[in-house]
């Protein structure tokens, strides 16, 4: 089991033809993700790909609307450059994509506050912008997570950040966890999907046992996210939080990664999960002590049953 | 991307809001000019992106051209939290009955753009926050319809009683607010818009952030960017792609991704070390891009030892070690490098760094350990 993709997630990639998307399609397509179409206006009726791991060629369609008829795709995921990422996010909800990843970094915020009621309003999940995408190890991956560090197991990962992911998700593979789904929820102050959709998906897959949650300074998301834990699961959590050393009011890469006068530090972060029962490592390598400490505890003692998650509506 | 208060008053003179005149000097006898011109008393306003000018004496008011000559010969060239002045703003002083404020935000929470507006002006919004939040009215607005009348009303009659300044208000505010959005900000206000005794409102001080994702849509906006207010080493980052912002330690740092290169500087900080920056070679590997960061903080004296953390995903290592090599070929480093590098071509990497007399670890907490034992060498020899 899994979070958001699985087996029968059916691929649409938008902008499948750019630098970007072909690169990162191949890299899919080798993963043995169903990458069933591409889209690039004007390059309808061409295919992608040369039959790559024994995969057919995909074909293009001038519109998602096309591409979303002609062969079933419950899933989309975005390389557009910024100023178009918007309204490709907008056409694939429009066309009724229940599930859409954009990777694209530096999508205006403003363009956001338009694009995230647009999204809910069609029922759609976004994921991102501005992120690596999700991967579920063995079976799906749709964005830019490298498959070589994750590996199948029990362990859910969600994160604001990339490299950072990788970071964790390497060391956890090597000390024997995998996981179920690593998704990457990207660094932008307004995103669809946050910490608490993630975790309230992993508290209901069967599959997973304990999660790792990896925020960042800037906003609420993390301190929303660890109340949600402390009321609502009953699986073990631990965290970290990068930025301890960050200057405030200066944006640290990230557009969402800003300290505003008091509120968004990592201390207040810190202190927030460490209160709501969220270990927090000090260095990204105590996260595995963290998890194995929590797991031998949470299966010996056994947590009482939390109360029914609030199913949010995310977009 | 912050504007100056001049730049920012020119946008909403342009959207139609009231504006103090005036205009800017970059000579003491410029601004003398203009407070002759005007025949008022003047406010002499240093043009700086920091807070707390007034503080700093870069706001001063003169009664005559002599004053506004002999205030301008001070403010141009001082220095505001290490910011040198090179312009001033000549203003018409105005009366103030009293003062409000009124700004826009986007609200990551609400993920709408938020007007906020308070009776309590002229200090910072922040610290009305903090003391006395139940003076500011925040109105979430729906970016698909635009800020209503009403809303605007209602935050009109929260900040004065009388239907005519209440209305000159909401007036005030659908400007406002039309200029943030046509402008692709992230931040929009006027603090203090005054009113006069005779009732009528005018904007006294401005200031306008803009997304700077937004600035390849608006390159008339772009160019108003004023590269002698910030730090030399970030305009050259900008420039190079690259985001960089310098700190005040000496581990220079190197990584590939915001999250990780926050990460890399807890740790040094961690380890007993201080870090001398933030710096993001981003996503896409590019050998120039190694070169240019290796420059630019190799420029910063207070540097002692550099650490790369790479870990290669769309990033190739072996583009980074291409970098490396090819950067201290053009200049020999003067301080240690310590090399952390894994992921995509990591081998060829090794390689290549090999055959410049180099290695790489692949530990994070390894490298970092490293890097700040080499300050700590250099600092007991």
Do not use: W
Not at chain 1, 2 to 17: C, E, K, P
């Amino acid at each position: 089991m899994s979070i958001f993709i699985d087996g029968n997630t059916r691929l649409m990639v938008q902008g499948i033809t750019g630098r970007d998307g072909s690169f990162h399609t191949r890299q899919m397509i080798e993963y043995g993700t169903a990458v069933v179409a591409g889209v690039t206006p004007g390059k309808g009726g061409q295919t992608f790909g040369d039959g790559a791991a024994d995969a057919p060629p995909v074909p293009i369609f001038n519109t998602v609307a096309d591409a979303a008829e002609a062969t079933g795709a419950n899933a989309t995921v975005i390389y557009v450059p910024p100023l178009f990422a918007a309204d490709a996010i907008m056409e694939a909800a429009a066309a009724g994509i229940p599930l859409i990843v954009c990777i694209t970094e530096g999508v205006p915020v403003l363009d956001m506050t338009r694009v995230y009621p647009f999204v809910r309003d069609h029922g759609a999940r976004l994921i991102g912008p501005n992120c690596p995408g999700l991967i579920t190890p063995g079976v799906c991956k749709v964005g830019i997570i490298p498959g070589r560090i994750c590996a199948p197991g029990p362990i859910g990962l969600v994160s604001r950040s990339g490299t950072l992911t990788y970071e964790l998700v390497d060391q956890l593979t090597r000390a024997g966890f995998g996981q179920t789904t690593c998704v990457g929820i990207g660094g932008d102050p307004i995103n669809g999907t946050n910490f608490i959709d993630c975790l309230s998906a992993f508290e209901a897959d069967p599959a997973t046992t304990a999660v790792v949650m990896i925020g960042e300074i800037g906003g609420t998301d993390e301190q929303d996210a660890a109340r949600f834990v402390s009321m609502h699961m009953s699986k073990p959590v631990v965290g970290f939080i990068a930025g301890r050393t960050a200057p405030p009011g200066r944006r640290m890469g990230h557009a969402g990664a800003i300290i505003s006068g008091a509120t968004g530090t990592a201390a207040e972060k810190v202190h927030v999960l460490a209160e709501s029962g969220i270990p927090v490592g000090d260095r990204p390598v105590d996260v595995v002590s963290l998890l194995r400490t929590r797991m031998a505890a949470g299966s010996a003692t056994g947590k009482a049953p939390a109360r029914p998650a609030v199913q949010r509506s995310a977009g | 991307m912050n504007i100056h208060e001049y730049q920012a008053k020119e946008l909403l003179r342009r959207a139609g809001v009231p504006v103090q005149p005036g205009e800017v000097a970059e000579t003491a006898a410029a601004a003398e000019a203009i407070a002759a011109r005007y025949g008022t008393a003047v406010v002499i306003k240093a043009q700086v992106h920091a807070g707390g000018r007034g503080k700093a004496g870069g706001v001063k008011l003169a009664k005559t051209p002599v004053e506004a000559r002999a205030h301008a010969e001070r403010i141009i060239g001082m220095s505001i939290k290490g910011l040198v002045v090179q312009r001033v703003l000549v203003a018409q002083a105005a009366d103030i009955a009293s003062e409000s404020y009124v700004g826009i935000i986007v609200d990551r929470v609400s993920k709408r753009p938020v007007v906020m507006v308070s009776p309590a002006g002229g200090i910072d919004i922040e610290e009305v926050a903090a003391t006395t939040p139940e003076r500011i009215r925040r109105v979430a607005v729906d970016p698909r319809y635009g800020l209503q009348p009403f809303e605007a009303m209602q935050c009109g009659f929260f900040l004065y009683r009388d239907l005519h300044r209440a209305r000159a208000a909401a007036r005030i505010l659908r400007q406002l607010y039309e200029a943030f959005m046509d402008s692709g900000a992230s931040l929009a206000e006027i603090n203090p818009l005054v009113s006069t005794p005779a009732g009528e409102l005018v904007a006294v001080d401005a200031k306008i952030s803009i997304d700077d994702n937004e600035l390849d849509r608006h390159p008339e906006l772009a160019a108003l960017r004023d590269e002698t207010a910030e730090a030399p080493s970030e305009t050259e980052a900008r420039k190079a792609n690259l985001t960089f912002i310098k700190l005040e330690g000496n581990v220079g740092c190197v990584v590939n991704g915001a999250g990780l290169a926050m990460a890399t500087m807890d740790l040094v900080k961690y380890y007993g070390g201080e870090p001398a920056n933030f710096l993001d070679i981003g996503g896409s590997s590019n050998p120039e891009k190694v070169v240019n960061a290796l420059r630019i903080i190799t420029s910063d004296p207070q540097v002692r030892v550099i650490l790369f953390n790479i870990f290669g995903g769309i990033t190739r290592t072996d583009d980074v070690a291409n970098g490396i090599v090819t950067a201290i070929r053009q200049h020999p480093l003067r301080v240690p490098l310590v090399i952390r590098l894994t992921g995509t071509n990591e081998e060829e990497a090794v390689r290549i760094l090999a055959g410049a007399g180099l290695s790489a670890m692949t530990d994070m907490d390894e490298a970092v350990r490293a890097a700040v034992a080499q300050v700590g060498a250099e600092t007991a020899a």
